[in-house]
Each structure stands twice: as C-alpha cells, then as structure tokens.
C-alpha cells in the first residue's frame, strides 16, 4: 500500500471520526429545515392565496416567508454539508458558491424585517401623511436584493477550501472557511461591515418597535382619562352617540384599524379589525377598555418576542464572526466536541427564519384558522 493511499484513509478516518461528533448537530439542521419548509409555506399559502381582503397590509408577509423558507434550506443543507466533510471538502467552487447563497438568503431575511418594522413605523407616525405606496414597496424589495447581494459577493473571495490540520496524525485536510491565503486586513474590513450592518439593524429594529409600542401604551393610557359614562344611567341613544367620542380621539382612532398588523412580520394581530370598530359603537368605555388593555398586552408580547428572538439568534454569530475574523486558527483550536458546541451557536441564527410561523399561529386568529380549515379539508 502506497504512502497516498495510506493518507487518504487517515483523512478518510479522521473525517469520519469528526462527522459523527455532529450527529446531533445534523439532526437540529434537519430539524431546521423541515420546520422552515413546512411552516413557511404553509405562511406562502395562507397569506399569499388564502386571505383575502387588504393586500396593501399583507404586501411584504409571502417575500419574507420566501426569504425564510430559502435560508433556512440553504443555511441547514449547508451545515449538513459542513459537517460531514469537515476534512474532507475538495470542491472550492462549490463551497464559495454555498457561502454566497448563504449568506444573500440570510441578509435578504434581515433586511425585509427592517423594512417591515420602517413600513409598521410610517403606519403609525404618519397617518395623514402619504404612505408607503405600491411603488416605493417594489422599489424597497428591489433595494434589499441589491444590498444583500452587495454583501454577500465578497463571500466568494474571503470563503473556500481551506487547509485543517490534525496535529496528532500529522495529516492535512480541507474545510470550508475563511481562507487564511487572502490579504488579512481586507478580510478583517469585510467582516467588520457584515458584522456592523447587523447591529445596526438590531439596533434600528428596536428603536422602531420601542417607539411604536410606547406610542400605542401611550394612547391607550390617554384613552382612560377620558371622561365616561358608563357609570351613569343614560339614554341608550346617547351611549351610541358618545360613548366613541369617549373612549378615542382623532387621530389615535385611526390606529384601532393599524393594531393587527403592528409586528414586524405583520397581520400578526386579529384584535382590532374594522367590524370590532362598528360594533364599539354599542360598547361601554369600561367594556372597550378591558379590550384596549388586551390589545396593549398582545402588541407588547410580539414586540417582545420579535425583539428577543431577533438578538438571540444573531448576538452569537456576531461574537463568532468577530473572534473568527481576529484568528485565522480559530475552529483548529477547539476540541471535536466544543467545536460542535459553537458550531450549534454560529448556526443558532437559522431559528429567526423558521419562528415567524409559530407567530402567526400564535398571534394571528385568521392564519390560525385558515390553517385549521385547510388541514380539515386535506385530512
């Protein structure tokens, strides 16, 4: 047996050896991406074919699950892949093809969010003021095509075959990674922007959302110091002609049709829709407040929840980028099972793209019941 043949079965062996550590690891990815294709087609259909009503609302709620459902098939295939050649991955082209989508999937996912989260904004601090119109919507999407692929393209330049050595049998094999031949500091710059356009984003997402929920908990709170007369024995006529005029005001009235689809993956909301406006006409204002009050802690719940998970899933891959781009030996020096640990974590980010489901299930009575409804007819 020829000393090359003796080797590859050393590389053979150690990628083997190496693979089966992330056995758990490959089954969350497929967890991931089952989860991802199931769910966010399931959100395609409904909100794309089934709903029917306000599209102007639901504009941007199939793009995101599209966005979604290609990151989270991607990303999880290409762990997948990762993992079982982690000493083993001959193929340079294909690696920085797969970092490319990788990473242009992902970014389109995070900036429709932003996009969402500006439109939900204008929606509420500026109503009178002209809206976001079909054309600038298309002309958004088209923004946040060429900015993730602005972004990703240099994937294809800093990612490819790169050499991994096992130091105990003294042999050499290949992964996919940051290439450690290309120039330092410019790989160093382009992972100092990817990793500043994400907080930036997170840091954009909350200052919308903070603002959006205080104003709404602001209104609600306004809505209560007015005067009422449900502890007064009126006239059935004057409850219908005042009892709106006591409970809202202008321009905050207006918001009751908005708080539906305040989240940043929108129409998660069903509290207020525009019969419930015909009908307050015959509340009392204690009765419409105890239903303000659900409304408030319903808003607030997605606001929370968009915001947390948003940070959970992405503050580790930060951290990782940056210690990755600092140290070019970076996955050589963890042992096999505290490399699949951080593997875990620098892949925890595909949850953001399978988690907008279980919101609109969750949150979203009319998705939910349109789901329960086709499940019905295809059982």
Known sequence: MDNGTILSDKLDKWNSDLARGLTPNNVILSLYISTGLLGNSTVILIYGFKIKGNKEDRYFIPFLAFADLSASIVCGSFGIALNMMQARFNYNSLCKVWWFFAAYTTFCSIFLLLIIAIHRYLKIFRLQRKQMTLKWKRFAMCLVLIIAFALSAPMTYFYGSVSFKNEKENIVGLRCSRLKTTHKLASQIFGGIAVLTII??????????????????????????????????????????????????????????????????????????????????????????????????????????????????????????LLEARNARFWEEFSDSGRAGVLFLYRFFIINNIINPVIYAFMDKTFSGKVKLFCKICA
């Open 200 to 321: 930036i984003v997170i840091f954009s997402f909350i200052c919308l959302y903070l603002r959006i929920g205080y104003t709404i908990i602001k209104h609600f709170k306004y809505s209560k110091k007015q005067k009422t007369y449900n502890n007064t024995e009126k006239p059935r006529q004057n409850n219908k002609r005042k009892g709106v005029n006591s409970c809202s005001n202008g321009r905050l009235r207006n918001m009751d049709t908005e708080l539906k689809s305040l989240s940043s993956n929108e129409e998660v909301l069903a509290a207020s829709r525009t019969g419930d406006a015909k009908q307050s006409v015959f509340m009392t204002c204690a009765k419409r407040r105890k239903q303000n009050r659900r409304v408030v802690h319903k808003i607030t719940l997605v606001f929370m929840l968009i915001t947390v998970i948003f940070l959970i899933c992405y503050i580790p891959k930060v951290i990782i980028m």
